[in-house]
C-alpha cells in the first residue's frame, strides 16, 4: 500500500466519538513513545500529527483519513506521570470506552519504545487488547537509537516480557525508515477488509 493523501479529520476530547463508514486503525502506546512520528512517518508528511519532546501532550483522540479511504486513530499516551490521578483515571476511561465501543476498529498497534523495558501499563494494555478479542499488533519505535546488537537484545527482552515471538513484532524507525513496508502491509490487511 502506497499512502498518497492523508489529512487531519477531527479531534475528540469526550466520548462523543467520530462516526463514519470507514474502518479504523488505532495506535496507542505509552507518552513519548514515538506515535505521532510514526503517524508522520506513515503519511510520509512532517508535520500531519504534532510531535514534541515533552510527554503527555495527545490529550485527544485524533483522526486522519488515509487515502480517502480508512481512518488511522492516535490514541493518547498513557503512563505520564506529570498529571493528576483523576486525569490519569479519566484518560484511562476515555481510552477504555473508545476501544471497546467503535464498530469500526480492526486493528491496534501497540506501540513499545525500543530503549525501554515494557511496563505493567503496557502489559495491562496488551492483556485488556487480547481479553477484549481486538486484533492487536505490536510494534517497537525508535530502533535507530540503538547498534543492531543493542536492538536485538531490547527485543528478546520484550518479546520475553510480553509473551511474543519476534515475528509478532514490526520494528521500526521515522528516522531511518524502518519497517514501513510491513507496518503499511499490516495496516491495509486490516483497515482495506
Given at each position: ?83 493528576s490521578k483523576a486525569q490519569k483515571t479519566n484518560w484511562g476511561d476515555f481510552l477504555e470506552e473508545y476501544l471497546k465501543s467503535s464498530k469500526n476498529l480492526k486493528c491496534v498497534y501497540l506501540l513499545l519504545d525500543i530503549r525501554r523495558t515494557p511496563t505493567a501499563q503496557d502489559e495491562q494494555m496488551l492483556k ?66
Amino acid at each position: 500500500m502506497q499512502v498518497k493523501q492523508a489529512q487531519f479529520v477531527t479531534s475528540v476530547a469526550d466520548k462523543n466519538f467520530y462516526k463514519s463508514d470507514y474502518n479504523e486503525v488505532a495506535f496507542v502506546g505509552r507518552s513519548n513513545v514515538g506515535k505521532s512520528s510514526l503517524i508522520n512517518f506513515i503519511a510520509n508528511r512532517k508535520r500531519l500529527a504534532k510531535t514534541s519532546s515533552t510527554p503527555g501532550k495527545t490529550k485527544l483522540i485524533n483522526y486522519y483519513l488515509i487515502n480517502n479511504s480508512f481512518l488511522l486513530v492516535d490514541l493518547p499516551g498513557y503512563g505520564y506521570a506529570e498529571v493528576s490521578k483523576a486525569q490519569k483515571t479519566n484518560w484511562g476511561d476515555f481510552l477504555e470506552e473508545y476501544l471497546k465501543s467503535s464498530k469500526n476498529l480492526k486493528c491496534v498497534y501497540l506501540l513499545l519504545d525500543i530503549r525501554r523495558t515494557p511496563t505493567a501499563q503496557d502489559e495491562q494494555m496488551l492483556k485488556f487488547l487480547y481479553f477484549n478479542r481486538i486484533s492487536t499488533k505490536v510494534v517497537v519505535t525508535k530502533t535507530d537509537t540503538l547498534s543492531r546488537s543493542q536492538v536485538f537484545n531490547n527485543l528478546m527482552i520484550i518479546c520475553s516480557r510480553l509473551g511474543l515471538s519476534k515475528k509478532d513484532v514490526i520494528l521500526t524507525s521515522s528516522q531511518d525508515r524502518e519497517g514501513l513496508e510491513d507496518l503499511l502491509t499490516s495496516i491495509e490487511t486490516y483497515a482495506l477488509k
